[in-house]
Structure formats: structure tokens, C-alpha cells
């Protein structure tokens, strides 16, 4: 395993943090066990090297593959149902009553492979049911990863990452694939959702300001300078009334969030 000086690190953890917001600062020992193989078969001898072509070049492709290799990709369907009990059950019949144009802004922020945004469509189906076709319950999911944001896009999941939905829910909305133990997300589903290429660190500036955020489990990598800030964007971003729900393990400074706190992990816009 290759090792990194310090100054090459501060170079790294700087550049990483001003550009993506993920405060690796803690993290020396993980970018060396994940980042060593990574340098040497990009024909690097040193971190050193790796570094200043990073920050010379700066590459989509390989900030991406640095992003991925620093960076968890974990979720599966229906992952943290509370908060989707919460959704059916207070957020849209709220916004079924308020909503006189029948359209919905919902946005997955940080969907990585696309499992958060097609259990949002799935939720926004069931509830509407047969007035579906009536509103338009358009999901915008957005990621920094195009690898994540392509595996989204193909909507392909093997049996692991669908152990929570419901078997009826697996019967309507996804379709076997060729693959034993692989499934299609439906097409009623998939249409449903509109993937975008988006920055967290970058101003917010979508056509609609949104009846609801999901953002779980991306503020995990943000120091509370940048949490906050991200925050307060959203903020300016959610329509009166909406709703922020952020993941289980994270939290807000109720003291300084513009959010009405309401249950863990869900925030409102007065």
C-alpha cells in the first residue's frame, strides 16, 4: 500500500471538500487503503504524482472513480421505511388537499443507484391509484455520480435489494429479467423518475421549488459548516409548507436549521 505525506493529504482532503462539500480530513488511512491500487494502475508511482495530475487535469472521469472508491454507495428499496410511512400517511395526503394544480415537486437528492426515487414512484402510485394519471407525480432524482446515476438508469436489481417491498409491489411494478434473481424496475415506474447530473455544492436553481426533499444518508460525508449551508439552500428551495427528510443517523442543529424539527430525521418549511 502506497503511503500519502501529509501535505499531499491536506491537498487532497482541501480539493475534495471545496469542490464536493465531503470532509475527508479523518479519513488518511481509508484514501490510502482505497486510493493505493487505484494510482498504481493508473501508472502512478506516488500519491504525490496522483495529486497534482488530479488538481492539474481535473477529469470528470477521474474525479468520479476517486468519488466512488472514498465514497459508500449503500441502499436498497424501502430502506428507512419510517420515513415512507411518514410520506403516505401525513406528507401527501397534504399535499393531495393543497396542491390545486395537481402537481407535485419531489426531489431524491443524492438517489446513488436509483432505489430511494422508484420507491418514491412506487408510494406516489399506490396513494393516487386510479387519479394518478391526473397529477403529476414526476420524480427528480439527482446524484455527482454518473456511474450511479447509469446503473439508475438501467433499473436493474438483483433479490438483495428488493427483500423489503412488498411481494404484491414486486409483482406490479418490476418484471423478471433473462438473469435468475434479477429484476426490471416496470416502465409505469422507471418513466416516472427524471435523473440529473447535480453538484450538492452548487446553488439550487431547478424550474420548481419542491413539496418535498429526500436527501438520507449524503450529509454523512459533510463537515457542519457545509451541512449547514446545504441546508439552507434546500431551504430557499422548498416551497412553504414542504417537507425535509434526511437519513436516520443524521441530524440538525434545531437551534440554528431555518426547519421546523418534527420527528427524527423529518423537517418542515413553515
Known amino acids: 500500500m502506497l503511503t500519502i505525506t501529509d501535505n499531499d493529504f491536506h491537498r487532497l482532503v482541501n480539493f475534495v471538500k471545496s ?49 466512488n472508491k472514498l465514497t459508500t454507495n449503500y441502499t436498497y428499496f424501502m430502506r428507512e421505511e419510517a ?25 431524491s437528492a443524492g438517489c446513488s443507484s436509483g432505489e430511494e426515487p422508484y420507491t418514491i414512484s412506487m408510494l406516489l402510485k399506490e396513494f393516487f391509484g386510479s387519479k394518478a394519471g391526473a397529477w403529476d407525480t414526476r420524480v427528480l ?22 427483500r423489503e417491498v412488498p411481494p404484491a409491489w414486486k409483482n406490479k411494478y418490476f418484471v423478471k429479467t433473462s438473469q435468475p434473481g434479477v429484476y426490471g424496475v416496470a ?21 420548481l421549488k419542491f413539496d418535498v ?10 463537515d457542519q ?19 425535509l427528510l434526511i437519513g436516520h443517523s443524521e441530524s440538525l442543529n434545531k437551534e440554528t436549521t431555518p426547519y421546523r424539527y418534527l420527528q427524527p430525521a423529518t423537517y418542515r418549511k413553515e
Open 19 to 67: 469542490n464536493y462539500g465531503i470532509d475527508l480530513s479523518k479519513k488518511k488511512q481509508l484514501i490510502m487503503g482505497r486510493l493505493s491500487n487505484t494510482i498504481l494502475s493508473m501508472g502512478f508511482e506516488s500519491f504525490k504524482d496522483y495529486v497534482d495530475y488530479l488538481l492539474k487535469s481535473k477529469k470528470p472521469e477521474d474525479m468520479e472513480l476517486m468519488l
Open 83 to 107: 420515513h415512507f410511512k411518514f410520506f403516505t400517511e401525513t406528507i401527501l395526503p397534504y399535499l393531495e388537499s393543497t396542491k390545486k394544480n395537481k402537481v407535485l415537486s419531489i426531489w
Open 141 to 162: 432524482a439527482t446524484d455527482i455520480s454518473q456511474n450511479a446515476l447509469t446503473a439508475a438508469q438501467n433499473a436493474v436489481y438483483d433479490e438483495s435489494s428488493l
Open 187 to 207: 416502465p409505469i415506474i422507471k418513466n416516472n423518475v427524471i435523473f440529473r447530473t447535480f453538484n450538492l455544492m452548487n446553488p439550487i436553481q431547478f424550474r
Open 213 to 222: 426533499i429526500f436527501c438520507r444518508n449524503v450529509m454523512i460525508y459533510f
Open 225 to 243: 459548516a457545509t451541512k449547514e449551508a446545504l441546508v439552507n439552500r434546500f431551504y430557499q428551495a422548498t416551497n412553504p409548507g414542504g417537507y
